[in-house]
Every structure is written in C-alpha cells, then in structure tokens.
C-alpha cells in the first residue's frame, strides 16, 4: 500500500508541475 500510495503522489506532482508549465508557457505566450 504504502509503494501504491508513493507512486500516486510522485504521478500526480509529475502532473502538477506539468500544468503548471503549461500554464505559464501559455501566459508568457500571450505576453510575447
């Protein structure tokens, strides 16, 4: 469980930070 609960954690900061840069690459997009 704990292995499960870890990797669910690391997949979803994985997504986090990827929206994250797609946001901001689509803001600095708007700014340029």
Not at 1 to 9: D, E, L, P, Q, R
Not at 14 to 27: D, E, K, N, P, R
């Amino acid at each position: 469980m704990g292995v499960s609960a870890s990797t669910f954690c690391s997949c979803s900061g994985v997504g986090l930070m990827a929206s994250i840069l797609i946001l901001l690459f689509s803001w600095f997009r708007r700014l340029l």
